[in-house]
Protein backbone atom coordinates (compact mmCIF):
# COMPACT_ATOMS: atom_id res chain seq x y z
CA UNK A 1 0.00 0.00 0.00
CA UNK A 2 2.63 2.58 0.95
CA UNK A 3 4.47 1.70 -2.44
CA UNK A 4 1.44 2.94 -4.15
CA UNK A 5 1.03 6.12 -2.22
CA UNK A 6 4.95 6.46 -2.88
CA UNK A 7 4.28 6.17 -6.48
CA UNK A 8 0.70 8.59 -6.17
CA UNK A 9 3.11 11.25 -4.66
CA UNK A 10 5.92 10.85 -7.35
CA UNK A 11 3.54 11.64 -9.93
CA UNK A 12 1.65 14.55 -8.13
CA UNK A 13 4.86 16.55 -7.79
CA UNK A 14 6.27 15.24 -10.74
CA UNK A 15 2.91 16.09 -12.90
CA UNK A 16 2.28 19.43 -11.36
CA UNK A 17 5.59 21.28 -10.54
CA UNK A 18 6.08 22.24 -14.49
CA UNK A 19 2.76 23.83 -14.61
CA UNK A 20 3.44 25.75 -11.56
CA UNK A 21 6.33 26.71 -11.91
CA UNK A 22 5.35 28.58 -15.92
CA UNK A 23 2.60 29.84 -14.21
CA UNK A 24 3.75 31.27 -11.16
CA UNK A 25 6.85 32.93 -13.35
CA UNK A 26 5.11 34.99 -15.68
CA UNK A 27 1.44 35.20 -14.03
CA UNK A 28 1.80 35.16 -10.42
CA UNK A 29 4.58 36.56 -9.18
CA UNK A 30 4.62 39.33 -11.75
CA UNK A 31 1.90 40.96 -9.87
CA UNK A 32 3.22 41.59 -6.34
CA UNK A 33 6.75 42.43 -8.48
CA UNK A 34 4.05 45.43 -10.60
CA UNK A 35 2.99 46.48 -6.88
CA UNK A 36 6.87 47.02 -5.96
CA UNK A 37 7.80 48.39 -8.44
CA UNK A 38 5.00 50.95 -8.11
CA UNK A 39 6.62 52.90 -5.36
CA UNK A 40 9.33 53.47 -7.64
CA UNK A 41 10.52 56.07 -10.41
CA UNK A 42 12.77 54.04 -12.87
CA UNK A 43 13.22 54.41 -16.89
CA UNK A 44 13.68 50.94 -16.97
CA UNK A 45 17.61 51.23 -17.17
CA UNK A 46 19.55 53.99 -14.43
CA UNK A 47 18.74 52.76 -10.60
CA UNK A 48 15.68 52.71 -9.60
CA UNK A 49 14.62 56.04 -7.20
CA UNK A 50 12.23 55.25 -3.85
CA UNK A 51 9.26 57.43 -4.37
CA UNK A 52 7.09 55.53 -1.96
CA UNK A 53 3.33 56.82 -3.03
CA UNK A 54 3.56 59.14 -5.09
CA UNK A 55 3.27 57.48 -8.25
CA UNK A 56 -0.58 56.39 -6.38
CA UNK A 57 -0.63 59.86 -5.50
CA UNK A 58 -0.84 60.63 -9.06
CA UNK A 59 -2.93 58.42 -10.55
CA UNK A 60 -6.01 59.48 -7.96
CA UNK A 61 -5.65 63.12 -10.08
CA UNK A 62 -4.81 62.12 -13.16
CA UNK A 63 -7.91 62.91 -15.54
CA UNK A 64 -5.86 60.96 -18.58
CA UNK A 65 -6.20 57.99 -16.01
CA UNK A 66 -9.58 58.77 -15.42
CA UNK A 67 -10.63 59.37 -19.01
CA UNK A 68 -9.40 55.93 -19.51
CA UNK A 69 -11.24 54.10 -17.14
CA UNK A 70 -14.22 55.77 -18.42
CA UNK A 71 -14.13 54.82 -21.95
CA UNK A 72 -13.21 51.38 -20.83
CA UNK A 73 -16.60 51.70 -18.48
CA UNK A 74 -18.18 52.88 -21.72
CA UNK A 75 -16.99 49.90 -23.71
CA UNK A 76 -17.93 47.18 -20.68
CA UNK A 77 -21.53 48.89 -20.53
CA UNK A 78 -21.68 49.14 -24.28
CA UNK A 79 -20.55 45.22 -24.69
CA UNK A 80 -23.09 44.37 -22.29
CA UNK A 81 -26.00 45.67 -23.57
CA UNK A 82 -25.20 45.42 -27.33
CA UNK A 83 -23.00 42.42 -27.65
CA UNK A 84 -24.54 39.86 -24.97
CA UNK A 85 -28.32 40.32 -26.30
CA UNK A 86 -27.00 40.63 -29.58
CA UNK A 87 -25.56 37.37 -29.38
CA UNK A 88 -28.42 36.00 -27.63
CA UNK A 89 -30.61 37.62 -30.48
CA UNK A 90 -28.31 35.32 -32.86
CA UNK A 91 -28.51 32.39 -30.93
CA UNK A 92 -32.36 32.43 -31.21
CA UNK A 93 -32.81 33.29 -34.92
CA UNK A 94 -30.12 29.87 -35.64
CA UNK A 95 -32.59 27.71 -33.80
CA UNK A 96 -35.67 29.11 -34.95
CA UNK A 97 -38.12 26.42 -36.45
CA UNK A 98 -38.58 28.26 -39.82
CA UNK A 99 -35.32 29.97 -41.06
CA UNK A 100 -33.59 27.61 -43.46
CA UNK A 101 -29.70 27.28 -44.45
CA UNK A 102 -28.66 27.49 -40.91
CA UNK A 103 -25.52 26.43 -41.57
CA UNK A 104 -24.48 28.42 -43.86
CA UNK A 105 -25.41 31.12 -41.77
CA UNK A 106 -23.59 29.49 -38.54
CA UNK A 107 -20.46 29.37 -40.56
CA UNK A 108 -20.41 32.69 -41.25
CA UNK A 109 -21.07 34.20 -38.71
CA UNK A 110 -18.44 32.59 -36.50
CA UNK A 111 -15.71 33.69 -39.42
CA UNK A 112 -14.64 37.61 -37.12
CA UNK A 113 -13.80 35.34 -33.95
CA UNK A 114 -11.21 33.99 -35.47
CA UNK A 115 -9.10 36.79 -36.82
CA UNK A 116 -6.33 38.30 -34.84
CA UNK A 117 -7.36 41.86 -33.86
CA UNK A 118 -4.49 43.26 -35.94
CA UNK A 119 -6.23 42.08 -38.62
CA UNK A 120 -9.59 43.29 -37.77
CA UNK A 121 -8.01 46.50 -36.92
CA UNK A 122 -6.41 47.16 -39.99
CA UNK A 123 -9.24 45.72 -41.85
CA UNK A 124 -12.07 48.51 -40.44
CA UNK A 125 -9.47 51.12 -40.45
CA UNK A 126 -9.80 51.00 -44.46
CA UNK A 127 -13.95 50.03 -44.11
CA UNK A 128 -14.26 53.22 -41.89
CA UNK A 129 -11.75 55.27 -44.17
CA UNK A 130 -13.65 59.15 -44.60
CA UNK A 131 -12.60 59.01 -48.58
CA UNK A 132 -12.48 55.79 -49.89
CA UNK A 133 -13.96 53.81 -46.58
CA UNK A 134 -17.13 51.51 -47.60
CA UNK A 135 -19.31 53.24 -44.67
CA UNK A 136 -19.10 56.37 -45.67
CA UNK A 137 -19.44 55.56 -49.72
CA UNK A 138 -22.06 53.44 -48.85
CA UNK A 139 -24.27 56.79 -46.96
CA UNK A 140 -23.52 58.44 -50.26
CA UNK A 141 -24.97 56.13 -51.93
CA UNK A 142 -28.16 56.06 -50.13
CA UNK A 143 -28.57 59.47 -50.17
CA UNK A 144 -27.58 60.57 -47.03
CA UNK A 145 -24.34 62.38 -47.56
CA UNK A 146 -24.33 64.31 -44.54
CA UNK A 147 -23.73 61.69 -41.99
CA UNK A 148 -20.53 60.81 -43.57
CA UNK A 149 -17.77 61.35 -40.98
CA UNK A 150 -13.89 60.85 -40.08
CA UNK A 151 -15.36 57.94 -38.15
CA UNK A 152 -12.06 56.62 -36.24
CA UNK A 153 -10.65 60.77 -36.46
CA UNK A 154 -13.68 62.20 -34.93
CA UNK A 155 -13.52 62.81 -30.92
CA UNK A 156 -17.51 62.36 -30.67
CA UNK A 157 -17.82 58.61 -32.91
CA UNK A 158 -14.27 57.26 -32.11
CA UNK A 159 -15.45 55.12 -29.57
CA UNK A 160 -18.71 54.47 -30.79
CA UNK A 161 -16.81 53.08 -33.52
CA UNK A 162 -14.26 51.15 -31.73
CA UNK A 163 -17.20 49.50 -30.20
CA UNK A 164 -19.10 48.78 -33.86
CA UNK A 165 -16.09 46.43 -34.41
CA UNK A 166 -15.98 45.27 -30.79
CA UNK A 167 -19.14 44.01 -31.64
CA UNK A 168 -18.57 42.97 -34.95
CA UNK A 169 -15.95 40.46 -33.79
CA UNK A 170 -17.08 39.46 -30.64
CA UNK A 171 -21.28 39.07 -30.72
CA UNK A 172 -20.19 35.29 -32.16
CA UNK A 173 -19.09 34.45 -29.50
CA UNK A 174 -21.81 35.33 -27.21
CA UNK A 175 -24.34 33.51 -30.23
CA UNK A 176 -21.91 30.30 -29.55
CA UNK A 177 -22.60 30.28 -25.86
CA UNK A 178 -26.23 30.97 -25.97
CA UNK A 179 -26.23 28.44 -28.49
CA UNK A 180 -24.85 25.92 -26.78
CA UNK A 181 -26.80 26.89 -23.77
CA UNK A 182 -30.45 26.68 -25.73
CA UNK A 183 -29.51 23.09 -27.13
CA UNK A 184 -29.63 21.81 -23.81
CA UNK A 185 -33.29 23.40 -22.83
CA UNK A 186 -35.06 19.57 -22.77
CA UNK A 187 -37.84 20.41 -25.84
CA UNK A 188 -40.35 18.68 -24.16
CA UNK A 189 -40.64 21.76 -21.91
CA UNK A 190 -41.85 23.28 -25.04
CA UNK A 191 -43.89 20.95 -26.14
CA UNK A 192 -45.99 20.81 -22.73
CA UNK A 193 -46.03 24.30 -22.52
CA UNK A 194 -47.97 24.89 -26.22
CA UNK A 195 -50.08 21.80 -24.97
CA UNK A 196 -50.97 23.91 -22.32
CA UNK A 197 -51.77 27.09 -24.61
CA UNK A 198 -49.09 28.95 -24.32
CA UNK A 199 -47.84 31.28 -26.96
CA UNK A 200 -43.94 31.30 -28.38
CA UNK A 201 -43.75 34.56 -26.43
CA UNK A 202 -44.39 32.79 -23.16
CA UNK A 203 -42.46 29.88 -23.40
CA UNK A 204 -39.51 32.44 -23.87
CA UNK A 205 -39.93 34.27 -21.09
CA UNK A 206 -41.03 31.29 -18.39
CA UNK A 207 -38.96 28.34 -20.13
CA UNK A 208 -35.82 29.66 -21.67
CA UNK A 209 -34.82 32.76 -20.08
CA UNK A 210 -34.42 30.77 -16.15
CA UNK A 211 -32.83 28.30 -18.08
CA UNK A 212 -30.07 30.43 -19.35
CA UNK A 213 -30.20 32.90 -16.67
CA UNK A 214 -26.68 31.37 -15.58
CA UNK A 215 -24.93 31.53 -18.56
CA UNK A 216 -26.21 34.77 -19.37
CA UNK A 217 -24.34 36.07 -16.07
CA UNK A 218 -21.53 34.30 -17.16
CA UNK A 219 -21.92 35.40 -20.79
CA UNK A 220 -22.12 39.43 -18.80
CA UNK A 221 -18.91 38.63 -17.06
CA UNK A 222 -16.89 37.54 -20.01
CA UNK A 223 -18.07 41.17 -21.95
CA UNK A 224 -17.34 43.34 -18.71
CA UNK A 225 -13.88 41.58 -17.81
CA UNK A 226 -13.16 41.38 -21.52
CA UNK A 227 -13.60 44.86 -22.17
CA UNK A 228 -11.33 46.12 -19.48
CA UNK A 229 -8.76 43.75 -20.67
CA UNK A 230 -8.99 45.36 -24.30
CA UNK A 231 -5.79 46.74 -26.20
CA UNK A 232 -4.74 45.41 -29.48
CA UNK A 233 -8.00 46.60 -31.05
CA UNK A 234 -7.67 49.97 -30.13
CA UNK A 235 -3.54 50.10 -30.14
CA UNK A 236 -4.40 48.98 -34.36
CA UNK A 237 -7.16 51.56 -34.91
CA UNK A 238 -6.45 54.72 -33.04
CA UNK A 239 -3.49 54.09 -30.50
CA UNK A 240 -5.99 55.50 -28.15
CA UNK A 241 -6.59 58.92 -29.76
CA UNK A 242 -7.94 61.27 -31.34
CA UNK A 243 -7.04 63.26 -28.24
CA UNK A 244 -7.18 59.98 -25.92
CA UNK A 245 -10.94 59.85 -27.41
CA UNK A 246 -10.38 56.33 -27.39
CA UNK A 247 -7.43 56.16 -24.64
CA UNK A 248 -8.09 52.70 -22.05
CA UNK A 249 -6.34 51.38 -19.49
CA UNK A 250 -4.60 48.77 -21.11
CA UNK A 251 -3.38 51.57 -24.10
CA UNK A 252 -2.17 54.31 -21.32
CA UNK A 253 -0.21 51.94 -19.41
CA UNK A 254 1.67 51.23 -22.37
CA UNK A 255 2.26 54.46 -23.63
CA UNK A 256 3.61 55.82 -19.97
CA UNK A 257 5.66 52.59 -19.53
CA UNK A 258 7.61 52.03 -23.32
CA UNK A 259 6.99 55.17 -25.31
CA UNK A 260 7.68 57.65 -22.27
CA UNK A 261 9.84 55.31 -20.25
CA UNK A 262 7.69 55.65 -16.84
CA UNK A 263 7.75 51.83 -15.50
CA UNK A 264 7.03 53.05 -12.34
CA UNK A 265 4.09 54.61 -13.36
CA UNK A 266 3.38 52.35 -15.92
CA UNK A 267 3.44 49.68 -12.90
CA UNK A 268 0.96 51.45 -10.73
CA UNK A 269 -1.55 51.84 -13.64
CA UNK A 270 -1.20 47.92 -14.36
CA UNK A 271 -1.86 47.23 -10.79
CA UNK A 272 -4.95 49.35 -10.79
CA UNK A 273 -6.02 47.44 -13.96
CA UNK A 274 -5.57 43.98 -11.87
CA UNK A 275 -7.68 45.59 -8.85
CA UNK A 276 -10.62 46.77 -11.25
CA UNK A 277 -10.81 43.34 -13.15
CA UNK A 278 -10.01 41.40 -10.04
CA UNK A 279 -12.20 42.96 -7.96
CA UNK A 280 -15.26 42.88 -10.47
CA UNK A 281 -14.18 39.14 -10.48
CA UNK A 282 -14.82 38.62 -7.31
CA UNK A 283 -18.27 40.22 -7.36
CA UNK A 284 -19.26 38.42 -10.21
CA UNK A 285 -18.41 35.11 -8.17
CA UNK A 286 -20.36 36.69 -5.64
CA UNK A 287 -23.19 36.58 -7.92
CA UNK A 288 -22.53 33.07 -9.15
CA UNK A 289 -23.48 31.85 -5.86
CA UNK A 290 -27.09 32.36 -6.27
CA UNK A 291 -27.00 31.26 -10.08
CA UNK A 292 -28.28 28.60 -11.83
CA UNK A 293 -25.15 27.69 -12.31
CA UNK A 294 -23.50 27.22 -9.02
CA UNK A 295 -24.45 23.68 -8.93
CA UNK A 296 -20.87 23.45 -11.18
CA UNK A 297 -18.42 22.28 -8.97
CA UNK A 298 -14.54 23.44 -8.78
CA UNK B 1 -56.35 29.20 -40.83
CA UNK B 2 -55.67 31.23 -43.66
CA UNK B 3 -54.35 33.89 -41.02
CA UNK B 4 -52.08 31.52 -39.60
CA UNK B 5 -50.48 30.54 -43.06
CA UNK B 6 -49.99 34.29 -43.65
CA UNK B 7 -48.54 34.97 -40.32
CA UNK B 8 -46.28 31.88 -40.80
CA UNK B 9 -44.90 33.30 -44.28
CA UNK B 10 -44.40 37.11 -42.84
CA UNK B 11 -42.86 35.30 -39.48
CA UNK B 12 -40.08 32.91 -41.61
CA UNK B 13 -39.67 35.88 -44.13
CA UNK B 14 -38.34 38.35 -41.62
CA UNK B 15 -36.85 35.77 -40.02
CA UNK B 16 -34.37 35.41 -43.01
CA UNK B 17 -34.15 39.46 -43.60
CA UNK B 18 -32.70 39.18 -40.43
CA UNK B 19 -30.31 36.69 -41.09
CA UNK B 20 -29.28 38.21 -44.24
CA UNK B 21 -28.93 41.56 -42.77
CA UNK B 22 -26.12 40.41 -40.18
CA UNK B 23 -24.74 38.12 -42.68
CA UNK B 24 -23.91 41.19 -44.75
CA UNK B 25 -22.76 42.56 -41.58
CA UNK B 26 -20.73 40.55 -41.08
CA UNK B 27 -19.43 38.98 -44.41
CA UNK B 28 -19.00 42.37 -46.28
CA UNK B 29 -15.57 43.43 -44.25
CA UNK B 30 -14.04 40.54 -45.79
CA UNK B 31 -15.52 40.31 -49.00
CA UNK B 32 -14.06 44.29 -48.81
CA UNK B 33 -10.57 42.90 -47.50
CA UNK B 34 -10.37 39.69 -50.53
CA UNK B 35 -11.37 42.17 -53.28
CA UNK B 36 -8.82 45.23 -52.65
CA UNK B 37 -5.90 42.48 -51.76
CA UNK B 38 -6.61 41.26 -55.62
CA UNK B 39 -6.64 44.50 -57.62
CA UNK B 40 -2.92 45.97 -58.75
CA UNK B 41 -3.69 49.25 -56.98
CA UNK B 42 -6.62 50.05 -55.34
CA UNK B 43 -8.21 53.09 -57.15
CA UNK B 44 -8.03 50.96 -60.35
CA UNK B 45 -11.39 50.85 -60.09
CA UNK B 46 -14.54 51.84 -57.84
CA UNK B 47 -14.68 50.39 -53.85
CA UNK B 48 -18.06 48.43 -55.36
CA UNK B 49 -16.27 46.64 -58.00
CA UNK B 50 -14.62 43.84 -58.49
CA UNK B 51 -10.73 44.44 -59.71
CA UNK B 52 -10.75 45.30 -63.41
CA UNK B 53 -8.13 42.44 -63.62
CA UNK B 54 -8.08 39.53 -60.62
CA UNK B 55 -3.96 40.61 -60.29
CA UNK B 56 -1.99 37.92 -57.63
CA UNK B 57 1.06 40.87 -58.46
CA UNK B 58 0.42 41.81 -54.66
CA UNK B 59 0.89 38.56 -53.30
CA UNK B 60 3.70 37.80 -55.26
CA UNK B 61 4.84 40.95 -53.76
CA UNK B 62 4.69 40.43 -50.43
CA UNK B 63 6.01 36.70 -50.82
CA UNK B 64 9.00 38.53 -52.37
CA UNK B 65 10.33 40.31 -49.81
CA UNK B 66 11.32 37.09 -47.72
CA UNK B 67 10.57 38.22 -44.55
CA UNK B 68 6.89 37.20 -44.92
CA UNK B 69 7.67 33.48 -44.59
CA UNK B 70 10.03 33.96 -41.35
CA UNK B 71 7.12 35.66 -39.49
CA UNK B 72 4.88 32.40 -40.62
CA UNK B 73 7.86 30.18 -39.51
CA UNK B 74 8.51 31.96 -35.99
CA UNK B 75 4.28 31.85 -35.97
CA UNK B 76 4.32 28.57 -36.73
CA UNK B 77 6.70 27.11 -34.08
CA UNK B 78 5.53 29.37 -31.20
CA UNK B 79 2.31 28.31 -31.82
CA UNK B 80 3.07 24.71 -31.69
CA UNK B 81 5.27 23.99 -29.80
CA UNK B 82 3.12 27.00 -27.15
CA UNK B 83 0.34 24.57 -27.66
CA UNK B 84 1.75 21.13 -27.37
CA UNK B 85 2.74 22.66 -24.35
CA UNK B 86 -0.18 24.00 -22.70
CA UNK B 87 -2.49 20.70 -23.35
CA UNK B 88 -0.06 18.21 -21.82
CA UNK B 89 1.21 20.45 -18.99
CA UNK B 90 -2.71 21.15 -18.63
CA UNK B 91 -3.45 17.59 -18.36
CA UNK B 92 -1.25 16.53 -16.36
CA UNK B 93 -2.07 18.92 -13.52
CA UNK B 94 -5.94 18.22 -14.30
CA UNK B 95 -5.15 14.81 -13.90
CA UNK B 96 -3.53 15.57 -9.84
CA UNK B 97 -6.77 17.51 -9.24
CA UNK B 98 -8.89 15.22 -10.39
CA UNK B 99 -7.27 11.97 -9.59
CA UNK B 100 -4.89 12.18 -6.43
CA UNK B 101 -5.35 13.69 -2.81
CA UNK B 102 -3.13 16.41 -1.02
CA UNK B 103 -3.36 18.77 1.54
CA UNK B 104 -3.67 22.81 -0.44
CA UNK B 105 -5.35 21.03 -3.39
CA UNK B 106 -8.36 23.44 -3.68
CA UNK B 107 -6.26 26.53 -2.56
CA UNK B 108 -3.92 25.02 -5.44
CA UNK B 109 -6.66 24.82 -8.01
CA UNK B 110 -8.00 28.44 -6.98
CA UNK B 111 -5.12 29.75 -7.57
CA UNK B 112 -5.00 28.71 -11.10
CA UNK B 113 -8.40 29.38 -11.76
CA UNK B 114 -7.86 33.08 -10.65
CA UNK B 115 -5.58 33.23 -13.40
CA UNK B 116 -8.90 33.53 -15.15
CA UNK B 117 -9.19 36.94 -13.71
CA UNK B 118 -5.68 38.11 -14.28
CA UNK B 119 -5.39 41.14 -16.95
CA UNK B 120 -1.58 40.17 -18.98
CA UNK B 121 -1.39 43.97 -18.79
CA UNK B 122 -0.69 44.26 -15.19
CA UNK B 123 1.84 41.12 -15.74
CA UNK B 124 3.43 42.63 -18.33
CA UNK B 125 6.43 44.98 -16.88
CA UNK B 126 7.71 42.29 -15.08
CA UNK B 127 7.93 39.72 -17.52
CA UNK B 128 9.16 41.99 -20.12
CA UNK B 129 11.65 42.65 -16.65
CA UNK B 130 12.25 38.96 -16.63
CA UNK B 131 12.45 37.92 -19.97
CA UNK B 132 15.55 40.76 -20.77
CA UNK B 133 17.01 39.12 -17.23
CA UNK B 134 17.36 35.90 -18.51
CA UNK B 135 18.88 36.36 -22.22
CA UNK B 136 16.12 35.56 -24.25
CA UNK B 137 14.40 39.06 -25.18
CA UNK B 138 13.49 39.13 -29.06
CA UNK B 139 14.00 35.52 -29.73
CA UNK B 140 11.28 33.74 -30.76
CA UNK B 141 11.67 31.74 -26.99
CA UNK B 142 10.73 34.86 -25.29
CA UNK B 143 6.79 34.36 -26.15
CA UNK B 144 6.63 30.87 -25.37
CA UNK B 145 6.64 31.35 -21.70
CA UNK B 146 3.92 34.06 -21.65
CA UNK B 147 1.75 31.85 -24.11
CA UNK B 148 1.87 28.99 -21.89
CA UNK B 149 1.13 30.46 -18.71
CA UNK B 150 -1.35 32.77 -19.90
CA UNK B 151 -3.56 29.97 -21.46
CA UNK B 152 -3.54 27.27 -18.59
CA UNK B 153 -5.78 28.71 -16.06
CA UNK B 154 -8.73 28.19 -18.65
CA UNK B 155 -7.52 24.86 -20.22
CA UNK B 156 -7.02 23.32 -16.33
CA UNK B 157 -10.14 24.62 -15.57
CA UNK B 158 -12.15 22.93 -18.30
CA UNK B 159 -10.34 19.81 -18.48
CA UNK B 160 -10.28 19.13 -15.00
CA UNK B 161 -14.27 19.58 -15.24
CA UNK B 162 -13.95 17.09 -17.91
CA UNK B 163 -11.76 14.61 -15.99
CA UNK B 164 -13.88 15.01 -12.93
CA UNK B 165 -17.10 13.56 -15.31
CA UNK B 166 -14.84 10.56 -16.20
CA UNK B 167 -15.68 7.31 -14.54
CA UNK B 168 -13.22 6.39 -11.74
CA UNK B 169 -14.20 2.67 -11.94
CA UNK B 170 -12.13 2.09 -15.09
CA UNK B 171 -8.60 3.88 -13.02
CA UNK B 172 -9.71 1.72 -9.96
CA UNK B 173 -9.97 -1.61 -12.39
CA UNK B 174 -6.22 -0.68 -13.89
CA UNK B 175 -4.76 -0.05 -10.23
CA UNK B 176 -5.76 -3.22 -9.43
CA UNK B 177 -4.09 -4.86 -12.55
CA UNK B 178 -0.98 -3.34 -11.17
CA UNK B 179 -1.23 -0.16 -13.29
CA UNK B 180 1.10 2.66 -12.04
CA UNK B 181 -1.01 6.35 -11.80
CA UNK B 182 1.23 7.49 -14.73
CA UNK B 183 0.12 4.41 -16.69
CA UNK B 184 -3.90 4.99 -15.66
CA UNK B 185 -3.12 9.17 -17.00
CA UNK B 186 -1.43 7.96 -20.38
CA UNK B 187 -3.55 4.55 -21.25
CA UNK B 188 -6.75 5.63 -19.47
CA UNK B 189 -7.57 9.08 -18.98
CA UNK B 190 -5.87 10.77 -21.78
CA UNK B 191 -7.62 8.40 -24.59
CA UNK B 192 -11.05 8.97 -22.38
CA UNK B 193 -10.57 13.17 -22.87
CA UNK B 194 -9.76 13.03 -26.37
CA UNK B 195 -12.33 14.88 -27.69
CA UNK B 196 -12.31 17.92 -24.79
CA UNK B 197 -8.53 17.90 -25.90
CA UNK B 198 -8.60 18.07 -29.42
CA UNK B 199 -11.19 21.15 -28.79
CA UNK B 200 -8.65 23.21 -26.61
CA UNK B 201 -5.81 22.84 -28.74
CA UNK B 202 -8.02 24.35 -31.34
CA UNK B 203 -9.07 27.08 -28.66
CA UNK B 204 -5.40 27.60 -27.72
CA UNK B 205 -4.35 27.77 -31.33
CA UNK B 206 -6.61 30.77 -32.01
CA UNK B 207 -5.49 32.66 -29.07
CA UNK B 208 -2.08 32.11 -29.82
CA UNK B 209 -1.43 32.75 -32.93
CA UNK B 210 -3.81 36.16 -32.86
CA UNK B 211 -1.95 37.30 -29.64
CA UNK B 212 -0.03 40.65 -30.09
CA UNK B 213 0.23 42.24 -26.81
CA UNK B 214 2.84 40.27 -25.70
CA UNK B 215 4.94 40.18 -29.20
CA UNK B 216 4.67 43.58 -29.13
CA UNK B 217 6.89 44.16 -26.37
CA UNK B 218 8.75 41.19 -25.79
CA UNK B 219 10.10 41.48 -29.67
CA UNK B 220 11.86 43.51 -31.86
CA UNK B 221 13.47 42.93 -34.67
CA UNK B 222 12.24 41.71 -38.20
CA UNK B 223 13.69 37.80 -37.61
CA UNK B 224 11.84 37.39 -34.41
CA UNK B 225 8.22 38.91 -35.44
CA UNK B 226 4.94 36.38 -35.45
CA UNK B 227 2.58 37.06 -38.37
CA UNK B 228 0.15 39.36 -36.14
CA UNK B 229 3.25 41.86 -35.02
CA UNK B 230 4.36 41.60 -39.05
CA UNK B 231 1.25 42.42 -40.28
CA UNK B 232 1.15 45.60 -38.05
CA UNK B 233 4.44 46.79 -38.89
CA UNK B 234 3.89 46.43 -42.55
CA UNK B 235 1.35 48.27 -42.21
CA UNK B 236 3.27 51.13 -40.47
CA UNK B 237 5.37 51.15 -43.04
CA UNK B 238 3.16 50.65 -46.13
CA UNK B 239 -0.17 52.56 -45.26
CA UNK B 240 -0.30 54.11 -48.90
CA UNK B 241 -0.97 51.26 -50.85
CA UNK B 242 -3.78 49.93 -49.75
CA UNK B 243 -4.22 46.75 -51.77
CA UNK B 244 -0.79 45.83 -50.71
CA UNK B 245 -1.57 46.09 -47.36
CA UNK B 246 -4.82 44.19 -47.36
CA UNK B 247 -2.85 41.44 -49.59
CA UNK B 248 -0.58 41.13 -46.12
CA UNK B 249 -3.98 41.26 -43.69
CA UNK B 250 -5.49 38.63 -46.02
CA UNK B 251 -2.35 36.32 -46.25
CA UNK B 252 -2.32 36.51 -42.56
CA UNK B 253 -5.66 35.83 -41.69
CA UNK B 254 -5.62 32.68 -44.12
CA UNK B 255 -4.54 29.86 -42.03
CA UNK B 256 -6.84 30.20 -39.65
CA UNK B 257 -9.96 30.30 -42.42
CA UNK B 258 -8.15 27.15 -43.74
CA UNK B 259 -8.17 25.22 -40.14
CA UNK B 260 -11.86 26.48 -40.00
CA UNK B 261 -12.97 25.45 -43.30
CA UNK B 262 -11.49 21.62 -42.28
CA UNK B 263 -12.01 21.76 -38.65
CA UNK B 264 -15.20 23.65 -38.52
CA UNK B 265 -16.91 21.42 -35.32
CA UNK B 266 -13.77 21.22 -33.46
CA UNK B 267 -13.09 24.80 -33.99
CA UNK B 268 -16.50 26.10 -32.85
CA UNK B 269 -16.39 23.41 -29.88
CA UNK B 270 -13.54 25.01 -28.52
CA UNK B 271 -14.62 28.69 -28.64
CA UNK B 272 -18.04 27.76 -27.17
CA UNK B 273 -15.67 26.42 -23.79
CA UNK B 274 -15.11 29.72 -22.93
CA UNK B 275 -18.56 30.29 -21.83
CA UNK B 276 -18.00 27.40 -19.58
CA UNK B 277 -15.97 29.15 -17.43
CA UNK B 278 -18.72 29.71 -14.99
Partial sequence: MTSIKRAKLITGILFMTPSLVIYSLYMIIPVPYALYLSFFRWNGISPKILVEISNWGRILVDSVFRKSLLNSIYIGVACIFLQVPLGLFIALLLVAKHLKGKKVFQTVYVIPLLLSAVAVGILWKFYLDPTFGVVNNFLLTVGLPNLRRPWLGDTSTALFAVIVVEVWQFAPLYMLIFGAALSEVPQHLYEAAVIDGASSLECFWHITIPLIRGVYITATTIALVGSIKMFDLVWVMTEGGPSRATELMATYMYKQTFHRLEFGYGATIGVALFGIAFGLGILWLRLMKHSVLSGQKV | ?278
Avoid at chain 2, 75 to 97: Q, R, T
Avoid at chain 2, 161 to 168: G, I, T
Avoid at chain 2, 220 to 229: G, Q
Fill in chain 2, 1 to 278: MREYVVRKYVWTCSLIVIAIVWLVFTGYPLIFLAQGSLKERFFESGIWELPKHFAFSNYAKIFASGLLYRYFINSIMIVFISVFLIVLLSSMASYIFTRIQFPGKRLLFILFVSGLMIPIHSTLIPVYIFTNKIGIYDTIWALIGPYVAWNLPLTIFILTAFMQDLPKELDDAAAIDGCSPIGIYWRIVLPLCKPAIVALTMLNFIFCWNEFLYALILVSSPESRTVPLGIYTYQGQFWGNISLVMTVVMVGVLPMLVVYAFLKKQVIRGMTFTGLKG
